[in-house]
């Protein structure tokens, strides 16, 4: 079974950065699509940053230019680096993995708060 472990979600403050980690098991990370989204209490999960197989990336509009996704093929792990974080970027961060072929695979989630 496919399998996605996010880590490096905390507390900072306004301005600040955090990097997520997510290491995949069982498959490989260029396999379809690799993406991180991002859940509050109350909305539906939104999509926040992606790559392709390819090496494509897609960014929702309120982080581009504060927001990195990057992978790294030898440990099978896709990471974002967030910058300039701001109070509304607080939410359960997700990693993802979509085939072409239908599977879709989710890790656990991640808490990322940004208060001071």
């Known amino acids: 079974q496919v399998q996605l472990v996010e880590s490096g979600g905390g507390l900072v403050q306004p301005g600040g950065s955090l990097r997520l980690s997510c290491v995949v098991s069982r498959t490989l990370i260029t396999i379809g699509t690799m993406g991180w989204y991002r859940q509050t209490p109350g909305k539906q999960r939104e999509l926040v940053a992606s790559v392709a197989g390819g090496g494509t990336t897609r960014y929702a509009d309120d982080v581009k230019g504060r927001f990195t996704i990057s992978r790294d093929v030898v440990k099978n792990a896709v990471f974002l680096q967030m910058n300039s974080l701001k109070p509304e970027d607080t939410a359960v961060y997700y990693c993802?993995?979509?085939?072409?072929?239908?599977?879709?695979?989710w890790g656990q989630g991640t808490q990322v708060t940004v208060s001071s």
């Open positions: 993802n993995q979509k085939w072409s072929a239908g599977g879709d695979y």
